[in-house]
């Protein structure tokens, strides 16, 4: 497919809700990482299973939760310091450089996203309102490039700066904002208590080991570095971040 085609497809997408066939569920899936129902998480966000398979250069990113995935998102703060982001993520082992940033840049993951205090995918128009930048609070999805980061708190994950002077490699369509982030408009689909994204990945992802993480992340209040800090761990599916799933 195009860039082209590519980007007017995602110039088209939103959040999408679908009742869609549910033996394509995670949970249903041969070699997805599952994980035990805990009645004391918030449901849409305890996760039972995740997966990613692929076909060619499409990856396909599952997560099947206890409630309704995408049912719950954060209230706005009303600044984008402090601001909350709440996601459902997939760290995989993919080196960073297949979707355009520095080879061996850290934890490259796939992540569905809301965060309704600012709009961080300027290409798109998610709610279709013809205002591409007030539509941060709609899930969309996102690349981000995950590192330890102690400013965070002692073995915390940040989605790693961008040092000042600096020009990484990013992907065409980063954002600009300092951070290892980009904006790719692959749009979740939410489907009762699964959420999927189908994502391009150059020369696909056949062996590659994956998690399903929920989480909650934060805007620094400042809005310096670190900018965007893992504050609250909701639900891993592999209970410890281990990375056991493998992509066929």
């Known amino acids: 497919m195009s860039r082209v085609l590519t980007l007017f497809l995602a110039t088209c997408a939103t959040t999408v809700l679908a009742d869609g066939d549910h033996d394509h569920h995670a949970i249903h899936q041969p070699g997805a990482v599952r994980s035990a129902a805990d009645t004391s998480k918030v449901a849409a966000f305890d996760i039972l299973a995740a997966h990613v398979h692929g076909s060619g250069t499409t990856v396909t990113f599952h997560m099947t939760t206890n409630g309704v995935a995408g049912a719950d998102t954060p209230t706005a703060m009303g600044a984008v310091g402090g601001a909350p982001v709440w996601s459902y993520v997939w760290p995989t082992t993919l080196d960073p450089a297949v979707v355009g940033f520095d080879k061996g840049a850290g934890i490259l993951a796939m992540a569905a996203t809301s965060h309704p205090d600012f709009d961080d995918t300027p290409l798109f128009d998610e709610n279709r309102d013809g205002d591409t930048a007030n539509d941060g609070g709609i899930w969309h999805s996102h ?3 995950l590192a330890p980061t102690d400013a965070c708190g002692p073995g915390a994950l940040a989605v790693k700066d961008i040092p000042e002077g600096t020009t990484p490699d990013m992907p065409a369509t980063w954002p600009g904002l300092p951070i290892l982030l980009d904006s790719p408009g692959f749009t ?9 994204i189908n994502a391009a990945v150059a020369g ?9 993480v929920t989480a909650a992340l934060r805007v620094n209040d400042s809005v310096h570095a670190p900018l965007l800090c893992v504050t609250d761990i909701f639900d891993i599916a592999s209970g410890d971040l281990s990375l056991p799933g493998s992509v066929e």
Do not use: N, Y
């Open 143 to 145: 690349w981000v490039v």
């Open 188 to 196: 979740p689909v939410f489907d009762g208590a699964e959420v999927t």
């Open 204 to 212: 696909g992802a056949a062996g590659v080991s994956f998690d399903g």
